[in-house]
Antibody, heavy 115, light 106 residues
């Protein structure tokens, strides 16, 4: 059974960085991509980027290029999303998603950016 | 990028009604489409994947269909617990895109 467990909520100052983790179980970790999607309060779903651990070459949405980094640790079957230069409109729930047979979502991590 | 145009944006219906939501892709996505239900404060819940395959534990009143680049989610008999926002998602290419969402009110 594919499962994704994310790290807990974060409160960050504007201009700082945040790193969210997503531990995967079920299915071959290296073979299937992990993607990150965010949802700002009252808004829709927005794809940020993804990575296939086997190749470790991430692909990012143009919107976040230069501010986002997606990495993996194959030893712990964990993926990470790091977002830098945080602004108030980065306040959102961040989800990791993995498709083995069908999409499986993590429980979400609320990141609040506020001074 | 592939654009996903979802309609309607809101929908008001009664218990027992048959409801349809449509997503149109800007190019061929080869059936790589999912539908989700999302309730406030919760993660999206998978209803349909691969355009027409029912997700685990999803009631059979939910169904998905495809015709070319047009995809439809149907709820055959609307139930009170179906009040939610519904999203489509294409995952044909690595750069995913989502529809704008349809809020269903009962």
């Amino acid at each position: 059974q594919v499962q994704l467990v994310q790290s807990g909520a974060e409160v960050k100052d504007p201009g700082s960085s945040v790193k969210v983790s997503c531990r995967a179980s079920g299915g071959s970790f290296s073979s299937f991509a992990i993607h990150w999607v965010r949802q700002a309060p009252g808004h829709g779903l927005e794809w940020m980027g993804g990575i296939i651990p086997l190749f470790d070459t991430p692909d990012y949405s143009q919107k976040f290029q230069g501010r986002v980094s997606i990495t993996t640790d194959k030893a712990t079957t964990t993926a990470y999303l790091e977002l830098t230069s945080l602004k108030s409109d980065d306040t959102a729930v961040y989800y990791c998603v993995r498709i083995v047979t069908f999409p499986t979502w993590g429980q979400g991590t609320l990141v609040t950016v506020s001074s | 990028d592939i654009q996903m145009t979802q309609s309607p944006s809101t929908l008001s219906a009664s218990v027992g009604d048959r409801v349809t939501i449509t997503c149109r892709a800007s190019q061929n996505i080869s059936g790589w489409l999912a539908w989700y239900q999302q309730k406030p404060g919760k993660a999206p819940n998978l209803l349909i994947y691969r355009a027409s395959s029912l997700g685990n534990g999803v009631p059979s009143r939910f169904s998905g269909s495809a015709s070319g680049t047009e995809f439809t989610l149907t709820i055959s008999s609307l139930q009170p617990g179906d009040s939610a926002t519904y999203y489509c998602q294409q995952y044909n290419i690595f750069s995913w895109t989502f529809g704008q969402g349809t809020k269903v009110e009962i």
